[in-house]
T-cell receptor
Framework: AQKITQTQPGMFVQEKEAVTLDCTYD???????LFWYKQPSSGEMIFLIY????DQQNATEGRYSLNFQKARKSANLVISASQLGDSAMYFC???????????????WGLGTSLAVNP | DTGVSQNPRHKITKRGQNVTFRCDPI?????LYWYRQTLGQGPEFLTY????????KSRLLSDRFSAERPKGSFSTLEIQRTEQGDSAMYLC?????????????FGEGSWLTVV
């Protein structure tokens, strides 16, 4: 069964420094997508970055990059130059392509709480 | 583009009462999802609509839960005879079938507290 593991319940980082949030996954489907979302205290789930299993390069979106190591089944999120506004919960999620269609249900990890210190 | 809108944002209800949440997806998005999230957990999938058709429903969705999307636009999630275990945040998301796989947009959620 597919599964997402985030082993860091909480992380601290100094403002302007980089931080890596870990995510490992388990799936038998050769085609899948990996997502990172940010959830501030307001509750909204904000999409950050996406990596497809067949993508040749690691995804990047501004200060966010995804360190995708397929053989190790890991998809760590790297946030560069941390800002105070980055303090939030961060969730890793996966969608398998089997079953047909796009954008169907996501399987989520438990999240990592990130605190950025001034 | 006003984003995914959910209301009410917060609802406190007594055990046994019925509650209904509404979700207005982004215009032209034909896919709509409901998730539930409890404290300290990631979201759990509840159900999925493509247009007005409910194509997938989680086993988490007991008989007390019903979701509709009558005209393929807004959706409602009703919980009948609420229990304390229903206390959670209910998240709605939408996407477009021909959009990029990563364009799944979430609303701000509806917090339910059952007392």
């Amino acid at each position: 069964a597919q599964k997402i593991t985030q082993t860091q319940p909480g992380m601290f980082v100094q403002e302007k420094e980089a931080v890596t949030l870990d995510c490992t996954y388990d799936t038998s489907d050769p085609s899948y997508g990996l997502f990172w979302y940010k959830q501030p205290s307001s509750g909204e789930m904000i999409f950050l970055i996406y990596q497809g299993s067949y993508d040749q390069q690691n995804a990047t979106e501004g200060r966010y990059s995804l360190n995708f190591q397929k053989a190790r089944k890991s998809a760590n999120l790297v946030i560069s130059a941390s800002q105070l506004g980055d303090s939030a919960m961060y969730f890793c999620a996966m969608r398998e392509a089997s079953g047909g269609g796009n954008n169907r249900k996501l399987i989520w990890g438990l999240g990592t709480s990130l605190a950025v210190n001034p | 583009d006003t984003g995914v809108s959910q209301n009410p944002r917060h609802k406190i209800t007594k055990r046994g009462q019925n509650v209904t949440f509404r979700c207005d997806p982004i215009s032209e998005h034909n896919r709509l999802y409901w998730y539930r999230q409890t404290l300290g957990q990631g979201p759990e999938f509840l159900t999925y609509f493509q247009n007005e058709a409910q194509l997938e429903k989680s086993r988490l969705l007991s008989d007390r839960f019903s979701a509709e999307r009558p005209k393929g636009s807004f959706s409602t999630l009703e919980i009948q005879r609420t229990e304390q275990g229903d206390s959670a945040m209910y998240l709605c998301a939408s996407s477009h079938r021909t959009g990029k796989i990563n364009t799944i947009y979430f609303g701000e959620g509806s917090w339910l507290t059952v007392v």
